[in-house]
Structures are given as C-alpha cells and as structure tokens.
C-alpha cells in the first residue's frame, strides 16, 4: 500500500468537492477533465473517466477477441503485421 493516498475534501452546499493536488496528478487529471465514480457499500472509487472506459472496452471485446483467434500476443502481433502490411500495399 506504498502508493496509496490518503487525504480530505470537504462537501460544499452544491455537492462540489475540490480534489487535492497530489490525488489529481495521480489520475492524470486536469481542467475540465470528467472522472467516474463507482460506489460499492460504504466506499467510493474514482477514475479518470477516459481509463475507466478503456478498460471497459477491453473488457467487453476480451471474449470477442478470443472467438477470432486473438488469444495469444503472438496471434495479435501476428494480424498487426497482416495490417500494417495491407496498409502499406495500398
């Protein structure tokens, strides 16, 4: 747990809290940025909203990858380089 951050934010009148320097630099956040929340019981857990949908993505295409074969790092290295090499052919 090295790398974990503990720190405070007060609840404004509107529901605004104001995220601390250091927890923002650690998501990569910056003006404007969006964040998902995900609340389980009594905890919440916070994401930059670009890397939670990612890894959603991921998730949903895991078993769509594999019913096409791209189970292994060398079938997807291999179907890059079919690509790469279609794309430079053209």
Same mark, same amino acid.
Do not use: F, H
């Given at each position: 747990?090295?790398?974990?951050?503990? @720190?405070?934010?007060?609840?404004?009148?509107?529901? *605004? =809290?104001?995220?601390?320097? +250091?927890? /923002?630099?650690?998501?990569?956040?910056?003006?404007? @940025? /969006?964040?998902?929340? =995900?609340?389980?019981?009594? *905890?919440?857990?916070?994401?930059?909203?670009?890397?939670?949908? %990612?890894? %959603?993505? *991921?998730?949903?295409? #895991?078993? *769509?990858?594999?019913?096409?074969?791209? @189970?292994? #790092? #060398?079938? =997807?290295?291999?179907?890059?380089?079919?690509?790469?090499? +279609?794309?430079?052919?053209?």
């Amino acid at each position: 747990m090295k790398n974990m951050i503990v @720190d405070n934010a007060k609840v404004m009148s509107k529901g *605004q =809290i104001t995220l601390p320097k +250091e927890i /923002r630099n650690k998501l990569g956040l910056s003006t404007g @940025d /969006r964040v998902t929340l =995900i609340c389980e019981g009594d *905890q919440v857990v916070m994401m930059n909203a670009a890397v939670y949908a %990612m890894k %959603m993505l *991921q998730k949903g295409m #895991e078993d *769509q990858a594999c019913m096409v074969g791209l @189970d292994t #790092e #060398e079938n =997807i290295n291999k179907l890059v380089t079919e690509v790469r090499g +279609e794309i430079e052919g053209l």
